[in-house]
């Protein structure tokens, strides 16, 4: 078997940066004054801010959001922090007494509570010690599921519930792991994308991509994994395709949401899949749908 | 080579440089996908790769309530000196470094935000031409802009040293550090004129140690606003890519 190996110098990189003439906001980089006069006007210190004598300086690098008298700067990229009510994507790590603990690629380990799991068979009861013996058999240790935030503690760890069919294990797909931030916040992050494939995407940066599935809602709350039915091979090269096109757009810092992720798939066409990987096709695609998303906007 | 041609009469150095002035300081943030935070950097020949990952959770018997814990590791590669080595990072140069390293990045990171976490901080040095310590600081700060931790201000390193006796260098190369000068290596938060690190590799007379510092220092603030002028230029390209729509325009 011969393979094609692709060697370039750093000299001839491609550089993929999407940048154009728009106006660029007013950043902020750690140690800027944002503010001098706190005392009048009764500013409020957000996050990615810290006062020193009366000043309000910014602490990270990134844009002012103001809301009231609020400030706060967000930065480009940072770990997930949660919000509740967010949908993620997230490996359980540990099997613990009552409850999981779960990686969600924030700065804290999360936490699923056994009472926040739906039963397998949708039971509605108290959890019994019975039902802590079992917890292996439900998630057992790198075993990926989708979740929501349901509360944040004191220290900012996150703590989540599956208590929805439409969360739960996953069985068949690819993780694909991106910043946090290049996930743009929508209404729903569960899509069935036309090509064929189901996406799921995490808030966390972490995206789920699987074959689509007929929804018929089986009650047994999203323990059932199917492991030993093929996936048909057109369906996995969809799969495939799609995970090319997203590490695409996120290699050159494009946020993701369906729109965007359909379009590259679409500009994607001419290209193999595999040549897909190339930096010359990374860009083209990032590039494409970029203009498409601007038009649709316009 | 004797001391006191360090500058020629024509006041430059040995590579050309006048001595007042850093070497051509060439940056870039993101360089990996996998880390949160990294960042190249390239002063004069020093090149210099740092990846900040985290914060994340840090082991149950590390694990402090009261504030993040800050891990560095620093590395030369085998190649990056003239004669060719196998530097095991466990070795007492490296090990020592390390400390000096985590000594100034705390000084600059807002340590109480993350309690129960930890920062691991990576530092390869690919190429050392002297100065190793100031570009591995300058490229760990712009790491952990990256990776948007927040930070009291920017933290900057430099060198300086005396030269014919009396006239202080700025940012020594590798030729002017074995010539045998003292070597005066300086890390500071140039916005409130707060130092975080300091060490000498040689003594001073005392007389000398002000103006050197002096000179240190005004290295630091020039290495600030070059750093500042790259996030900036980081920040636009990734804001623009995205179209401000992470940061909520």
Same mark, same amino acid.
């Given at each position: ?18 940048? !154009? ?13 944002? /503010?001098?006069?706190?005392a009048q006007q009764n500013f409020m210190r957000?996050?990615? /801010? ?17 809301? !009231? ?17 967010? =949908?993620? =994507? ?6 613990? $007494? ?12 999360? %936490? ?27 998630? $057992? ?8 935030? $349901? ?8 703590s989540l519930h599956t208590r929805s069919l ?7 797909? %690819? ?27 995490? !808030? ?8 689509? =599935?007929?929804?018929? %809602? ?19 090269? =969809? ?49 494409? /749908? $970029? ?8 | 080579?004797?001391? @006191? ?22 940056? &870039? ?17 020093? &090149? ?12 149950? &018997? ?10 560095? +590791? ?20 490296? +090990? ?96 409130? @004129? ?19 510092? &002096? ?18 230029? @980081? ?9 401000? +729509?992470?940061?909520?325009?």
């Open positions: 078997m011969t393979t094609t190996v692709n060697i370039r110098l750093a000299s001839s990189r491609v550089n993929n940066s999407l940048m !154009n003439g728009d106006t660029i906001p007013h950043l902020f980089t750690p140690g800027e004054v944002i /503010t001098t006069i706190t957000g996050h990615g /801010t810290y006062g020193e004598d009366d000043i309000i300086k910014a602490s990270v690098a990134g844009c002012l959001e103001r809301v !009231n008298k609020l400030i706060s700067i967000k930065p480009l990229k940072s770990r997930y922090v949660g919000e509740v009510g967010d =949908v993620v =994507v997230a490996r359980i790590i540990d099997v613990q $007494q009552k409850r999981w603990k779960v990686d969600t690629n924030s700065r804290l380990d999360s %936490v699923l509570l056994l009472s926040s799991v739906n039963l397998p068979g949708g039971e509605l009861r108290r959890r019994s010690v019975e039902d802590e013996h079992m917890m292996r058999k439900y998630l $057992q240790e790198g075993d990926l599921i989708s979740a929501e935030v $349901q509360s944040i503690y004191d220290d900012g760890s996150v439409k969360y739960g294990k996953l069985s068949q797909g %690819v993780l694909v792991k991106v910043f946090p931030s290049l996930v743009k916040r929508r209404k729903t992050h569960f899509h069935n994308l036309t090509c064929g494939a189901s996406v799921i995407l995490g !808030n966390n940066g972490f995206i789920w991509i699987a074959p689509t =599935v007929n929804s018929e %809602v089986e009650g047994d709350g999203g323990f059932t994994q199917n492991l030993t039915e093929p996936v048909a091979r057109p369906e996995r090269e =969809v799969i495939t395709r799609l995970r090319n096109c997203i590490l695409a757009l996120a290699n050159c810092k494009m946020m993701l949401y369906d729109t965007s992720i359909l379009y590259a798939y679409e500009e994607s066409m001419k290209y193999r899949i595999d040549e897909l990987l190339h930096q010359e096709a990374i860009f083209d695609v990032a590039f494409l /749908t $970029q203009h498409r998303l601007r038009l649709h906007d316009e | 080579m004797s001391g @006191h041609d360090l500058i020629s009469e024509q006041g430059l150095r040995l590579d050309g440089r006048r001595a007042n002035e850093l070497r051509r300081i060439q940056c &870039k943030l993101g360089v990996f996908s996998q880390p949160d935070g990294s960042a190249y950097l390239e002063q004069g020949n020093t &090149k210099v790769l740092a990846a900040v990952y985290g914060p994340h959770q840090a082991a149950a &018997k590390k694990s402090n309530h009261e504030e993040v814990i800050v891990n560095c +590791q620093y590395s030369m590669a085998t190649f990056s000196t003239g004669e060719r080595k196998n530097r095991p990072r466990g070795d007492r140069k490296s +090990q020592e470094m390390t400390i000096h390293l985590r000594q100034a990045l705390s000084a600059a990171i807002k340590l109480e935000l993350y309690p129960k976490s930890q920062i691991d901080i990576f530092i390869e040095v690919l190429q050392a031409d002297g100065g190793n310590y100031c570009a591995s600081i300058n490229a760990a700060t712009l790491a952990l802009i990256d990776a948007g931790i927040a930070l009291k201000e920017y933290v900057c390193a430099c060198t300086a040293s005396l030269a014919n006796g009396d006239i202080p260098m700025m940012d020594i190369s590798h030729l002017e550090e074995v010539s045998g000068g003292p070597t005066l290596t300086v890390a500071s938060l140039p916005n409130s @004129h707060r130092i975080a690190f300091m060490e000498m590799s040689q003594r001073f007379h005392l007389d000398h140690l002000p103006k050197v510092l &002096k000179t240190a220092l005004a290295g630091c603030k020039e290495v600030q606003v070059i750093l500042d002028k790259a996030v900036r230029e @980081h920040l636009a390209h990734v804001g623009s890519a995205g179209d401000w +729509q992470n940061v909520g325009k």
